[in-house]
């Protein structure tokens, strides 16, 4: 039982993952707090960049049209049997038809 144990903790796999899991668990407990915008309101700097780019385009009907082309070509690609290519192209058309609440909960960072 004791060599077992000696074996375990000089296993390298287990160190490192152990190693990783305190790591996370470190950066989980000093995480800042996340902060994210509202959208601009009228008359503010750049509100007119903002409503034609995330209102009229990205809400309206060219993101919408944009959206069901990049999902039916993802939907193109699984019957190519190109699976990755697939799942990431869908998965850009998800967040291309909720891209204004990205924009707006990302838009602390850039």
Known sequence: MKQTIMRLCTNTWLQRSLTMIAVLC?????ALPSFAITAPAAGTLF????????NSMLKGSLGFVAAIVV???GIGLFFM?????????????????????IV???GMMF
Not at 81 to 101: E, M, N, R, S
């Open 71 to 73: 999902f039916m070509m």
């Open 104 to 106: 707006v909960s990302l």
């Open 47 to 54: 509100y007119d960049v903002y409503d034609i780019v995330v």
């Open 81 to 101: 049997q190109k699976i990755i290519p697939g799942v990431i192209t869908v998965v850009c058309a998800a967040l291309l038809i909720k891209a204004d609440a």
């Open 26 to 30: 470190l950066m989980l407990i000093t």
